[in-house]
């Protein structure tokens, strides 16, 4: 059985013990989350889609956690124009503990 959700306007295709990262969900190490928009699932061949799903989807929040730096560096030449930016986005871990 799998489901297809969304967090945050990302789309994600998840199974019953999978691990995975999410952008940021609230909530600290160890809470049991139920995620909202559930959009697809498929119980044995069987899909549902649109109003006629009820399933739910429960995670557990293994870990906050932050990417990679990623850096957005300006140049203008011949202009002395020089700007450097960095950030690190905020992921939460998640493994997916049921789906019904």
Do not use: C, W
């Amino acid at each position: 059985m799998f489901a297809v959700i969304k967090v945050a306007g990302q789309q994600f295709r998840v199974q019953k013990d999978q691990t995975l990262f999410v952008p940021r969900v609230e909530g600290n190490s160890g809470d049991s989350v139920e995620l909202g928009e559930v959009l697809m699932t498929d119980s044995d061949g069987k899909l549902s889609v649109g109003s006629s799903i009820t399933a739910k989807v429960m995670v557990e929040i293994v870990a906050q956690v932050q990417g990679d730096k990623v850096i957005a560096y300006k140049q203008k030449r011949r202009k002395g124009f020089r700007k450097k930016h960095g950030h690190r986005t905020h992921y939460t871990k998640i493994k997916i503990t049921s789906i019904a």
